[in-house]
């Protein structure tokens, strides 16, 4: 199976020292890895090295076989990225926030509508295209959300603790969402989350602990590995 996304020996330095050491990981095409990690662990530094908000001091990520430090802008407009924060602009519509995010990949016109309507039948929000996004629901913003970083057809899409702030239901709907997606149109999916729940038994798990790689492995290995039988007891033993 083709690498959708690979981080060989990435480093980053906070001025208070490493945030971030010697981090390999690989995220395959169709896949769905889980970057699991204590709130500290690293996993918005090392969200923002694959967006290139923060350049690395050592190492390389390579987005669907271009080099991030080399080809920036392929590698990008390959990648679809969900914050920890919202990034909406919540006084556009619905419609609106993902026609401007095309735009900015250079995506307009018809192609662009087409790819407009396609997403909002794809996450039940047509009804809502007209509606200011401030108007939806924790839940369907955070839909939208990953209804606009999957529009213009990347190969990676990074979610960062997406479901922070939502209802249980919530959380499970996008999340069951989101595995359909990576199943059924091949994008590789990298999910950082410090919730047990989140993981299923066949994902690919990268375990980050003080910024380093603890463990990694599908979430039953590593579980086999230690004789646990939930992640989270896997997690207290991987941990200490």
């Known amino acids: 199976m083709t690498n959708a996304l690979e981080v060989r020996a990435l480093g980053y330095r906070y ?7 010697g981090i390999d990981l690989v995220v395959e095409q169709g896949r769905m890895t889980v970057l699991l990690g204590p709130n500290g662990a690293g996993k918005s530094t090392l969200v923002n090295l694959l ?3 923060y350049a690395p001091v050592s190492g390389t990520v390579t987005i669907a076989s271009h080099p991030l430090a080399e080809r920036p802008g392929p590698a990008l407009a390959k990648l679809g990225v969900v914050f920890q924060q919202t990034t909406l602009d919540l006084d556009l519509s ?3 926030n993902l026609a401007y995010a095309l735009a900015l990949q250079g995506i307009a016109g018809r192609r662009a509508a087409i790819a407009v309507a396609e997403a909002l039948d794809r996450f039940g929000l047509t009804e809502s295209a007209g509606r200011p996004a401030r108007a939806l629901s924790g839940g369907n913003r955070r839909k939208l959300e990953v209804a606009r970083a999957l529009a213009h057809l990347p190969a990676v899409l990074i979610c960062d603790e997406a479901t922070v702030g939502l209802d249980l239901p919530s959380r499970r709907a996008l999340l069951a969402h989101v595995r359909t ?7 590789g999916v990298l999910w950082a989350t410090h919730l047990m729940d989140e993981i299923e038994p066949a994902d ?3 375990l980050l602990q003080r910024g380093q790689v603890r463990a990694a492995g599908t ?7 230690v004789g646990a039988t939930d992640m989270e007891a896997a997690f207290g033993v991987l941990t200490l």
Do not use: H, N, S
Not at 181 to 187: E, M, N, P, S
């Open 15 to 21: 001025r208070a020292g490493f945030a971030l050491e």
């Open 94 to 96: 619905v419609r609106r």
């Open 204 to 206: 690919d798990v990268v």
């Open 219 to 225: 979430a039953a290995a590593l579980m086999e590995r």
């Open 181 to 187: 997606l990576c199943r059924d149109q091949g994008v």
């Open 51 to 53: 967006t290139r908000l």
